[in-house]
């Protein structure tokens, strides 16, 4: 499930692969870059990149005006939407006073498709809650937890014409915001470490690149693994060059 088109580019950048509608994908993938400050020229190679990936029923030539096409308008392009997603104690101290562990995992998943996608309707189907949750979450401890969670009126459920959608039940909720947010979701691909920084369960560092909330793995984490690659990569860029200066000017 992709909740906003920030999300969905950011897919595309991370599987470094165009779907079926090139045009479409490579746009929003410009955008992406330019909200992210990157220049035309940046912008442009790194499009170019995911475009020579494509296989041979592609040729050169379809690849380059494609390229072209995707940045015809770069000036232009509006910058998207990169909001975080809050979580506020009242929130938190519902969830937390929930029975059932996995209905508390899936209510806090729930209230973020609500905050992230901006429906008052959505639809969350199990294989979606899953993803969000990271592990998986078995049938027969999900139903318990939906039941709970219907049974006190935090959510219902409703199908029209086939789809099945999800309600948030504000009112039942019962929620008085008096504070300021406990928890501020930047990273969307992992929501739960999120949630279990705040409930105590494991430890996590705040990546000193991107601001992401990374698991504690070993004695000391720095960064995320995007960031510790590219920090990798330019460190190993300046070595190289500083080897290839001073091997320069001795001769």
């Known amino acids: 499930m992709i909740f906003n088109e920030y999300e969905r580019?950011?897919?595309?950048?991370?599987?470094?692969?165009?779907?079926?509608?090139?045009?479409?994908?490579?746009?929003?993938?410009?955008?992406?870059?330019?909200?992210?400050?990157l220049g035309r020229e940046e912008t442009q190679e790194k499009i170019k990149t995911i475009l020579f990936k494509l296989d041979g029923c592609f040729t050169d030539k379809f690849k380059e005006k494609s390229l072209r096409d995707i940045m015809s308008g770069f000036d232009s392009?509006?910058?998207?939407d990169n909001e975080p997603v809050y979580f506020y104690k009242e929130e938190m101290d519902i969830i937390k006073q929930l029975k059932n562990k996995t209905a508390?995992?899936?209510?806090?998943a729930m209230l973020y498709i609500r905050k992230a996608s901006?429906?008052?309707?959505?639809?969350?189907?199990?294989k979606d809650i899953n993803r969000?949750?990271?592990?998986?979450?078995y049938p027969n401890s999900l139903y318990p937890a939906y039941h709970e969670l219907k049974e006190l009126g935090y959510v219902k459920y409703t199908n029209f014409k086939g789809e099945n959608k999800t309600e948030i039940v504000y009112p039942a909720l019962n929620?008085?915001?008096?504070?300021?947010?406990v928890i501020v979701i930047h990273d969307k691909?992992?929501?739960?470490?999120?949630?279990?920084?705040?409930?105590?369960?494991?430890?996590?560092?705040i990546c000193k690149n991107c601001g992401k909330l990374v698991p504690v793995t070993s004695f000391h984490v720095d960064y995320c693994e995007k960031c510790a690659k590219e920090k990798y990569l330019e460190k190993n860029i300046k070595y190289n060059k500083k080897r290839t200066n001073s091997k320069t000017t001795t001769e």
């Not at 929620?175 to 947010?181: A, H, L, R, V």
């Not at 691909?189 to 560092?205: D, L, P, R, S, T």
């Open 9 to 37: 580019a950011a897919e595309i950048d991370e599987k470094q692969k165009f779907s079926a509608d090139i045009m479409t994908d490579g746009i929003l993938l410009a955008r992406f870059y330019k909200t992210n400050g």
């Open 77 to 80: 392009f509006e910058l998207m």
């Open 104 to 108: 508390r995992k899936v209510l806090f």
């Open 118 to 126: 901006g429906e008052s309707e959505f639809e969350a189907e199990a």
């Open 132 to 137: 969000l949750c990271v592990k998986r979450i």
């Open 175 to 181: 929620i008085q915001y008096t504070s300021e947010p």
């Open 189 to 205: 691909h992992n929501i739960m470490n999120y949630y279990w920084n705040y409930v105590g369960e494991g430890k996590f560092a």
